[in-house]
């Protein structure tokens, strides 16, 4: 398996524009989860997806930000506008919910700049 | 809620030596615990993981870590380090009725001098 794949690996915009990060899951798992990485706040969980529906997106900074889950192959997460404080590492994470709790498989990221 | 507090953030030992990084959760009952390594531009790589059984898991690279209950502690260790193991170590506890939610500590920077 190729492991959960994110495009962009780097993406740098200017403030207000539209950004649209993507990711691609493990084929067979039905969690996916959106995580943001910085020095000043380390690693969050954004939102996850259980059987692409969202069960907890309380971690979605603002409005401005937004992540759907159109099939069980794909997800995006979507800031509009962008901001500079929005710079960071955005990771995806995929894992299989069965009997227990699995490990989670981790893209290899997208670092975002607003510029 | 659940907690992990990583205290260290950064540790710097020598090549060969021994290894403790340290681990501490907060959480009523016994949770499913995580050790992951990320390598500078790299996403993150599960070393090991506890759920159940015998508290002493063995992982990946030749790491190990042990569940101690009365100390909520899950702290990673390896005998002998390499210069490949230097990288940013998280702790993660996650719940089995939370969906596979995972709550991260704030990571340790590891440093191995030659």
């Known amino acids: 398996d190729a492991g959960v794949i994110q495009s962009p690996r780097h993406e740098v915009t200017e403030m207000g524009q539209e950004v649209t990060l993507r990711c691609k899951p493990i084929s067979g798992h039905n969690s996916l989860f959106w995580y943001r990485q910085t020095m000043m706040r380390g690693l969050e969980l954004l939102i996850y997806f259980n059987n692409n529906v969202p069960i907890d997106d309380s971690g979605m900074p603002e409005d401005r930000f937004s992540a759907k889950m159109p099939n069980a192959s794909f997800s995006t997460l979507k800031i509009q506008p962008s901001e500079p404080r929005d710079s960071a590492v955005y990771f995806c994470a995929s894992t299989y919910l069965g009997g227990g709790l699995g490990e989670q498989f981790f893209g290899p990221g997208t670092r975002l700049t607003v510029l | 809620a659940q907690s992990v507090t990583q205290p260290d953030i950064h540790i710097t030992v020598s090549e060969g030596a021994s290894l403790e990084l340290r681990c501490n959760y907060s959480y009523g009952a016994t949770p499913y615990l995580f050790w992951y390594v990320q390598s500078p531009g790299q996403g993150l790589q599960l070393l090991l993981k506890y759920f159940s059984g015998d508290t002493l898991v063995q992982g990946i690279k030749g790491f190990e870590a042990e569940f101690k209950r009365s100390q909520s502690s899950f702290n990673l260790r390896k005998p002998s380090v390499h210069w490949s193991d230097a990288a940013e170590y998280f702790c993660?506890?996650?719940?089995?009725?939370?969906?596979?939610?995972?709550?991260f500590g704030g990571g340790t920077r590891l440093m191995v001098k030659p």
């Open positions: 993660a506890v996650g719940l089995n009725n939370a969906g596979n939610m995972l709550t």
